[in-house]
């Protein structure tokens, strides 16, 4: 099974500042990646796909990088609404596995 | 617009069975690989099963594989989760979700999920 280590687990920082989130993978996903929000209470909502690919609808602040084994979320100009649960998800074979989380709190 | 709506969720004994079911709109069903994917409190994202168009394929994780089975009614566009022996840790919110194309690959839209609570 690919496993997913994500980090950090949790994320303090200030309106306006940049963020990245990494997601190591435990052998190469060849891009197979993608980037879920999960807002408290809510369902997760797709982000990124692909690796890179911004989901229909989806702020241009949000961008995703990496190939082989290492993928990188960026938020820029981190705003209110940004403040959510962040997991990333191989599918580049079965089982589909998550990484554990970030928590992406404000400072 | 697309929709998917979970139910049957609720609280169970140890040991026994329950039904989750997921009833889509607003797409093709019949067109797209559905999943469920689970989250118990306070924990990260599990994927428990996913089915092909058809039906005629399944995947399952370990965790799961052979208490519980996915199924579909293209016709009533409706996803299905049958729960057979039940343990605590099968406690979470369990989401349906559909899959962007076919075998494995991620998830472009999610239900608002239906709790399922495991204890005696």
């Known amino acids: 099974d690919i496993q997913m280590t994500q980090s950090p687990s949790f994320l303090s920082a200030s309106l306006g500042n940049s963020i990245t989130i990494t997601c190591h993978a435990s052998q190469n996903i060849k891009g197979w990646l993608a980037w879920y929000q999960q807002k408290s209470g809510n369902a997760p909502e797709l982000l990124i796909y692909?690796?890179?690919s911004l989901q229909s609808g989806v702020p241009s602040r949000f961008s995703g990088s990496g190939s082989g084994t290492d993928y990188i979320l960026t938020i820029s100009n981190l705003q209110p609404e940004d403040i959510a649960t962040y997991y990333c998800q191989h599918y580049q074979s079965f089982p589909l596995t998550f990484g554990g989380g970030t928590k992406l709190e404000l400072k | 617009e697309v929709q998917l709506v979970e139910s049957g969720g609720g609280l169970v004994q140890p040991g026994r069975s329950l039904k989750l079911s997921c009833a889509a709109s607003g797409f093709t069903f019949s067109n797209y690989y559905m999943a469920w994917v689970r989250q118990a409190p306070k924990k990260g994202l599990e994927w428990v099963a996913t089915?092909?168009?058809?039906?005629?394929?399944?995947y399952y994780p370990d965790s799961v594989k052979g208490r519980f089975t996915i199924s579909r009614d293209n016709a009533k566009s409706s996803l299905y989760l049958q729960m057979n022996s039940l343990k605590s840790e099968d406690t979470a919110t369990y989401y349906c979700a559909r899959q962007n194309n076919i075998g494995t690959t991620y998830n472009d839209y999610w239900g608002q999920g239906v709790m399922v609570t495991v204890s005696s």
């Open positions: 692909k690796a890179s």
């Open positions: 089915i092909s168009t058809s039906g005629s394929r399944t």
